[in-house]
């Protein structure tokens, strides 16, 4: 079920695309609102791509708090640890102490490891830094699906898999009526994925990112989220709210 703040999301959402399409002719709303979206690669990313977190690539990624990183040294293994950030973004690793990894990239923080193991321990030590889990980026899932909740990245995302997170659509979940809400260039915006098409083959399986809200829409609801549904076209539109 939809919370009570979903449902004011989505029905504030709901009266502004009626507003803008009513000066529009109903195609379009005016001045770009609407841009069209054809594959997965036309989905803008999030603002949160950039410097808040959320990745394009993993060299680019900032670890954050909770993230779960693997620390090695070459040739001792003794040093190798596999920790989670803390609330404040620190680690702690033998001979090295405590540190602030938060904020990080995964190369900025292998160079401070380094530097710290060769101020009195080990000549050139060579450290690898990787992140097991994106623990720091988060999306939710809503409606029809089996555990709702709010769930860790681990990496590149896909839709599908993001279904999978919240244990699959509930049966009585309608394929048709999953809507993302994500944020891009200060706006939010939303899109209506065919689940469905996607499993097929018939349709892209698009990319989620952190702070993503994934809303299932039960089938035979009278929402406000169903007449949204009916009012933007299935992977056709990404729609500024």
Aim: hydrophobic share 45%; charged share 20%.
């Amino acid at each position: 079920m939809l919370t009570s703040s979903t449902r004011l999301f989505v029905s504030i959402f709901l009266l502004l695309l009626v507003v803008g399409c009513a000066g529009s002719g109903g195609s379009k709303t005016a001045a770009g609102k609407m841009s069209a979206v054809t594959a997965s690669e036309a989905l803008p990313a999030p603002d949160t791509s950039s410097s808040s977190g959320a990745y394009e690539g993993v060299s680019d990624y900032r670890v954050g708090p909770q993230d779960l990183i693997e620390v090695s040294v070459f040739q001792v293994a003794d040093l190798n640890r596999t920790v989670r950030l803390n609330s404040a973004g620190q680690i702690s690793l033998p001979l090295v102490g405590t540190l602030r990894a938060g904020g990080k990239t995964v190369q900025e923080l292998e160079a401070e490891i380094a530097a710290r193991l060769s101020e009195k321990y080990l000549q050139n030590p060579q450290v690898s830094v990787f992140v097991k889990e994106f623990a720091s980026q988060r999306i939710t899932l809503e409606g029809a699906v089996r555990n709702p909740g709010i769930y860790p990245l681990t990496g590149r995302t896909s839709l599908i898999q993001a279904i999978a997170m919240a244990q699959g659509l509930d049966p009585l979940a309608n394929p048709q009526g999953v809507v993302v809400f994500r944020m891009i260039e200060g706006k939010k915006m939303a899109a209506v994925f065919d689940i469905a098409a996607i499993r097929s083959g018939n349709a892209e399986d698009p990319r989620v990112y952190g702070d993503d809200i994934i809303v299932i829409e039960q089938s035979g609801s009278k929402t406000a989220l169903r007449r949204f549904i009916e009012t933007v076209p299935v992977l056709s539109f990404f729609v500024l709210f």
